[in-house]
């Protein structure tokens, strides 16, 4: 049966584990020159309708790596749904691709690729989840804090904060999710994300979650395609004092951002720049995490 992964749970516990440790594995082998190429003669389709830096290189690289080959579809070469129908265009790539990559607007139209493809598809970012951030997150407190630590959002419930509130409560990390209440993480992620063993929580106060946590997570306030948005959430931010700072962080406090940051709306330059930034590891890690996550999906060992 064709495994897609359109959200983290998509994957089983015990499958999120594994991914996790092929991950790791292939990040100690690349740095002692023993890695291997389990993906020779295998190409993956990287469909992008929204434009992203990270996304696209990890993926390329990564396929490179793992003895594959990557090939890059942007908007000028798909117009999805326009040129032909999603339908189409997914019977047709699957025909040529042993995996297809997509990063999209419309979680929608993710699932319709989805339904008509014969071969993995991988959710490189919607509107309402990004998965492979999360993978990358996972690994990065795994090396760093491990599953023992506690973590604090602040700041939008956006596709990323959605695809972590999941991804904890599946490896029983406890998270507390702080917004303001017009950006809330809806019910139905709260509630997929509490049916695992983490302990996932909500609150309004950034202090309160940034205090005693080992780790405050940020992104951006205002992500792509919402910039009509900007002014009205920035001012929403900006009241409630969302932003990650050395005045809110605890001393021990580490610091997640998934990138690109908005220096001095978010987050400040001192914090980003500072040693309990894990930033720069993070960004990295999205590199390991897709090679474990194709490697798992293409059933390479």
């Not at 020159?33 to 990287?46: E, H, I, N, W």
């Not at 702080?178 to 309004?204: H, K, M, N, Q, W």
């Not at 959430?233 to 409630?240: P, S, V």
Request: net charge negative; charged share 30%.
């Amino acid at each position: 049966m064709t495994r897609h992964f359109g959200d983290v749970d998509d994957l089983s516990p015990a499958d999120l584990d594994a991914v996790l440790d092929t991950a790791a594995d292939r990040k100690v082998r690349l740095d002692r020159g023993t890695a291997r190429t389990p993906l020779s003669d295998r190409t993956l389709v990287m469909l992008f309708e929204k434009p992203s830096t990270r996304t696209r290189v990890s993926f390329e690289t990564g396929m490179t790596q793992l003895g594959g080959h990557a090939i890059f579809l942007g908007p000028d070469d798909v117009g999805l749904g326009e040129r032909e129908p999603i339908r189409d265009l997914s019977r047709s790539i699957s025909g040529y691709a042993d995996a297809v990559m997509v990063r999209l607007f419309e979680h929608a139209d993710l699932i319709e690729f989805c339904e008509h493809a014969t071969v993995p598809v991988v959710n490189g970012l919607t509107d309402r989840a990004h998965p492979c951030q999360t993978l990358a997150d996972l690994l990065t407190i795994r090396e760093h804090l491990g599953f023992d630590a506690s973590i604090a959002w602040i700041g939008d419930a956006n596709n990323v904060a959605r695809s972590l509130a999941v991804g904890c409560g599946m490896v029983g990390l406890d998270l507390t999710l702080c917004t303001p209440e017009a950006y809330a993480i809806d019910e139905e992620t709260l509630a997929r994300a509490r049916s695992f063993d983490g302990d996932v929580e909500v609150t309004g106060n950034p202090r309160e979650a940034a205090a005693g946590a080992d780790a405050v997570y940020t992104d951006a306030w205002v992500s792509m395609g919402e910039e009509s948005e900007r002014e009205e959430k920035l001012e929403a931010f900006r009241e409630g004092e969302f932003q990650v700072n050395d005045e809110l962080l605890d001393s021990g406090s580490r610091v997640l951002h998934c990138l690109p940051a908005h220096r001095g709306e978010e987050i400040t330059d001192e914090v980003i720049e500072s040693d309990r930034s894990l930033v720069w590891e993070q960004a990295e890690n999205r590199l390991h995490a897709q090679k474990g996550l194709l490697t798992f999906l293409l059933d390479a060992d």
